[in-house]
């Protein structure tokens, strides 16, 4: 990976926001689920799709904080827009863990 300045980090927006509704999207490529996540009043809710169904279902998500960059063009995944990326790292078998604060912060807080 090259170098990068701390401007250029500055300028990915990487917020928490909690999810508000999930749902299975069985016309998606590879197995995900649709998320709508509140990103608090300056953003509001979002919505993207996640490829995170090694590690979570639908009914696990809502409520829980995540992570997500919020800047970012919005993209066609099949037939639903998402408007977020949402974040996570790979495990050892190649599923992805969702990232989140590990305690309850506001949602649209900023990363630092």
């Known amino acids: 990976m090259a170098e990068i300045s701390f401007d250029d980090f500055l300028k990915v927006d990487i917020r928490a926001g909690t999810v508000t509704r999930a749902e299975p999207f069985p016309e998606a490529r590879k197995p995900a689920i649709k998320l709508w996540i509140d990103f608090g009043p300056e953003i509001g809710e979002k919505k993207t799709s996640a490829q995170i169904t090694d590690h ?57």
Do not use: C, K, W
Not at 67 to 83: K, T
């Open 56 to 112: 979570y279902t639908p009914g696990t998500l809502v409520g829980r904080q995540v992570m997500a960059v919020v800047n970012f063009p919005p993209r066609q995944i099949g037939p639903f827009m998402s408007e977020v990326l949402t974040l996570g790292v790979s495990d050892a078998e190649g599923g992805i863990v969702l990232l989140a604060p590990d305690q309850t912060v506001a949602n649209g807080e900023r990363m630092h």
